[in-house]
């Protein structure tokens, strides 16, 4: 499968805005739903001390995971950061192994040995979700290569938070990017927060990502991070283009997140007027409000919630349910053939060396 880079494209300048079918409108919906129920369950397994290590939430992104995913092919690849339950759910992740994971069970997606940090699910195309700030933007490019290469016209969106703008990567994987002409969209979670600092009293212009787009010869495009349509639509508009060969884009979402940093974090470091002005901006409140201005029943909208709720009663009973996993599983998975045998046995003719006194 061949890909014409010849023709023009139109540039990404900024928000894209139009009308979002009542079925993608409802299932976005459905989406963030289920995002938000899910990451209250976590929490709440979270303080019965279920959950193994911190959690990082994304309660009030919601709305950046659910309008790129629903703009995504199934065989399109992401990668995400360690806040990165949203994106999971949004991709279709079943619910039970990824509550599993968190709970450090066996039925975990990765047995347990992930946690919240570490997800992968690489059936739907999701490569990781990382730690390190910034180290998934140069790895996506590689994934992104690769599509190019094979011609498949899979595109790669890459998540990452405002924080990592100021990691060296972020320059060097937008830069080859644009040089290689890559299948690969940019997503800027931007939450205004690093850590436990403001992103811009530390930054020298206003949109961390996108005021640096046009070193790299990229547009500028800023979005509200919190209107799922504009998300939906703008992502739609550059994965498009990126899989028709125009190249990369970047976006940056402005969003917010509910609590701190992790949940060690109580986030007493932000202005309670700022908190409140941006509680009133909550995805899930503005877009239901949307939803019924547009005709949606309220009533169809409960149910939608309720069905949610009972799914979620369901994967936290078989993911509490899962065996702890045996030790056995900290030898697997460690080197590129899934064992470690090859790394810390000798082989048959080392055997034969050794007996020899041949070999140490």
């Known amino acids: 499968m061949s890909v014409d880079t010849s023709a023009a494209f139109a540039p990404l300048t900024g928000p894209v805005s139009g009308d979002v079918s009542?079925?993608?409108?409802?299932?976005?919906?459905?989406?963030?739903?289920?995002?938000?129920?899910?990451?209250?369950?976590?929490?709440?397994?979270?303080?019965?001390?279920?959950?193994?290590?911190?959690?990082h939430l994304g309660i009030g992104q919601e709305a950046v995971a659910a309008g790129v995913a629903a703009a995504m092919r199934p065989d399109d690849y992401s990668f995400i950061t360690y806040r990165g339950h949203n994106h999971l759910v949004a991709r279709g992740t079943p619910l039970a192994p990824l509550m599993a994971e968190l709970l450090g069970r066996d039925n975990g997606l990765m047995h347990g040995k992930g946690g919240s940090m570490h997800l992968i699910d690489a059936e739907r195309g999701i490569l990781g979700s990382y730690a390190i700030i910034g180290a998934q933007l140069v790895i996506a490019n590689g994934a992104a290569w690769s599509a190019q290469y094979r011609g498949t016209e899979q595109v790669t969106v890459c998540f990452f938070g405002d924080g990592a703008t100021n990691i060296g990567a972020f320059h060097e994987a937008l830069n080859f990017a644009v040089i290689?002409?890559?299948?690969?969209?940019?997503?800027?979670?931007?939450?205004?927060?690093?850590?436990?600092?403001?992103?811009?009293?530390?930054?020298?212009?206003?949109?961390?990502?996108?005021?640096?787009?046009?070193?790299?010869?990229?547009?500028?495009?800023?979005?509200?991070?919190?209107?799922?349509?504009?998300?939906?639509?703008?992502?739609?508009?550059?994965?498009?283009?990126?899989?028709?060969?125009?190249?990369?884009?970047?976006?940056?979402?402005?969003?917010?997140?509910?609590?701190?940093?992790?949940?060690?974090?109580?986030?007493?470091?932000?202005?309670?007027?700022?908190v409140r002005a941006w509680m009133e901006k909550d995805p899930m409140i503005t877009y239901r409000e949307r939803l019924i201005g547009r005709g949606f029943d309220p009533a169809e909208l409960d149910a939608v919630d309720a069905e949610i709720v009972t799914e979620i009663d369901a994967a936290t009973e078989e993911a509490k349910g899962g065996a702890w996993p045996d030790l056995s599983r900290l030898y697997t998975n460690v080197w590129s053939d899934g064992g470690h045998a090859w790394r810390t046995e000798p082989r048959a003719d080392q055997a034969a060396q050794q007996k020899e006194g041949l070999a140490p």
């Open 22 to 55: 009542e079925e993608t409108a409802l299932s976005l919906y459905r989406t963030m739903s289920t995002a938000r129920k899910f990451e209250k369950r976590a929490y709440d397994l979270f303080l019965q001390n279920l959950v193994k290590g911190t959690t």
């Open 180 to 274: 290689w002409n890559l299948p690969v969209v940019f997503v800027c979670e931007n939450n205004l927060y690093m850590e436990y600092t403001r992103i811009d009293s530390v930054t020298a212009v206003q949109n961390p990502a996108a005021d640096r787009a046009s070193a790299y010869n990229l547009d500028s495009v800023v979005i509200d991070g919190n209107d799922p349509d504009e998300v939906y639509l703008t992502a739609s508009a550059a994965i498009a283009r990126a899989r028709a060969g125009g190249g990369p884009a970047l976006i940056e979402a402005v969003t917010y997140r509910h609590g701190g940093h992790s949940r060690a974090d109580p986030a007493k470091y932000r202005d309670p007027g700022e």
